[in-house]
């Protein structure tokens, strides 16, 4: 697959996952009822209001696509980025429709989009226009398969909900750290990430649930300690 094709290709993948919520009537998160084991609330599931955040991705990734095409010169590391890009789009178009019905199916699905974008991420370049849209979908991605693998945990019984959300947001923070910490730095991934834990620390401000407000702003303050310590991201270089 030549390079042109292989761009033209993630910018109708890219169309595609931003149209999946449409068709699906949106996805603000996991129901209790999809589950066996059945708990009062989830810990490490964002406010609902914080899936916002797709819009943007869906937004950003498909002005990136069209940029690419167009102006291939002013992008050149996309189509390192294409082949694990394309495989997390495409694993991601039928998520939502898959979530509904299936919350492990789709668990193992998010894993590996969350594989691809943080992949995509490192090929693609230091250039804003791939750095934004890539850190952005990343860095949610890393979050969002940490949610979904503690929800799956507690919804069949296999630990409970507090004991869950505890090992997944410090598994989420240790990946996430370690990926910020090597290669470029992506200021937009390490946001993307922030943007999820704040979502989590806004759930359990209201159940007043301490250790995981406290592991949530410990998370955000690592994060931004690495934006001080370097300083250097994608959205500042050409």
């Known amino acids: 697959m030549n390079n042109q094709v292989r761009r033209f290709a993630v910018l109708l993948l890219s169309i595609a996952f931003a149209l999946s919520p449409v068709l699906a009537s949106g996805f603000g998160g996991f129901y209790p009822e999809s589950f066996p084991v059945q708990v009062e609330r ?43 890009l394309g495989i997390s789009l495409a694993v991601g178009i039928p998520w939502i429709e898959v979530a509904t019905s299936a919350p492990v199916v789709s668990t193992v699905m998010i894993l590996v989009m969350a594989v691809g974008a943080v992949l995509a991420m490192q090929r693609a370049g230091l250039g804003w226009r791939e750095g934004v849209p890539l850190g952005l979908y990343a860095g949610w991605l890393t979050a969002a398969s940490g949610v979904a693998v503690s929800i799956v945990l507690t919804g069949y019984g296999v630990l409970d909900a507090q004991s869950a959300a505890v090992l997944m947001i410090v598994a989420v923070l240790a990946v996430a750290l370690t990926i910020s910490a090597r290669g470029p730095v992506n200021w937009a991934y390490r946001a993307a990430v922030s943007w999820a834990l704040f979502g989590i620390i806004v759930v359990n401000a209201s159940a007043r649930d301490w250790l995981m407000i406290l592991i949530c702003t410990a998370g955000i303050a690592a994060l931004g300690a690495l934006s001080w310590l370097r300083p250097t991201t994608p959205a500042s270089l050409p």
């Open 42 to 84: 989830w810990p490490l599931q964002p406010v609902g209001w914080a899936f916002s955040i797709w819009g943007m991705i869906y937004l950003s990734l498909i002005l990136a696509s069209t940029w690419a095409l167009a102006r291939p010169a002013d992008m050149p590391g996309w189509h390192r980025a294409a082949w694990p």
